[in-house]
């Protein structure tokens, strides 16, 4: 079972409105948590970067929260753009000693349509 | 030093064959990754090497895979007598050491086999 589950799917908006992505994961003892934009054929490239006792984290029109006791984190997208078309992966660490994985979700893919 | 760049963007080669690919992490991480993506999935973890050793391997990397990582820089992903299910990209990472340094993404090799 994947340890980190992201909803919805893929999801569909108009150009200017707000989105809030979900990730739920069960990675335990668990050391961060990271969000990631990947552009259909290219390399995921990091937009935010949370650590357990982090709430919430903000890069430009995009702010992830976090919370580490119900294992949950939100990506929200305010007055989205064409070029936020993208699939948007949430990635968590664990913190293990010796474990340098981390473990991916399938990641919600976004369209914004004008 | 502009990021993690990965040879060749794409490859397409019978099936059967040997393919090999590079990446080249940015120069001052030590630690690197290699991931596969199919179509609608997030990354699966492949291997990771720490400098030249390579410290994890997933049980996804059959005896056709091999990864190396000579000198501690570069590293370069063999797969030997290719198979359909081979295609799918192959991503390169990156990252200093330290539990919350940030994973840089290469963009990418799309390998098909036909």
């Known amino acids: 079972k994947n340890q980190v589950e992201q909803s919805p799917q893929s999801l569909i908006i108009l150009e200017g409105k707000n989105c809030t992505l979900q990730c739920n994961y069960t990675v335990s003892p668990f050391s961060n948590l990271r969000w990631y934009k990947q552009d259909t054929g290219r390399g995921p490239v990091s937009l935010t970067i949370m650590t357990f006792s982090e709430n919430t984290k903000s890069n430009g029109r995009y702010t992830a929260t976090l919370d580490a006791d119900t294992k949950q984190s939100s990506l929200h997208i305010t007055a989205s753009q064409l070029s936020d078309s993208a699939s948007y992966i949430c990635v968590v660490s664990p913190q293990l000693t010796g474990a340098n994985n981390l473990f991916f979700g399938t990641g919600t893919r976004l369209t914004v349509i004008p | 030093d502009t990021g993690v760049s990965q040879d060749p963007r794409h490859k397409i080669t019978k099936r059967g064959q040997n393919v090999t690919f590079r990446c080249d992490p940015i120069?001052?991480?030590?630690?690197l990754y290699w991931y596969r993506q199919t179509l609608g999935q997030g990354p699966e973890f492949l291997t990771y090497f720490q400098n030249e050793a390579q410290l994890e391997k997933s049980r996804l990397l059959s005896d056709r895979f091999s990864a190396e990582r000579p000198k501690g820089s570069f590293s370069t992903l063999e797969i030997q007598r290719t198979e359909q299910g081979d295609s799918a990209m192959y991503l390169c990472?990156?990252?200093?050491?330290?539990?919350?340094?940030?994973?840089?993404f290469g963009q990418g090799t799309r390998l098909t086999v036909v």
């Open positions: 990472a990156s990252r200093e050491e330290g539990p919350h340094t940030e994973a840089f």
């Open positions: 120069s001052e991480h030590n630690r």
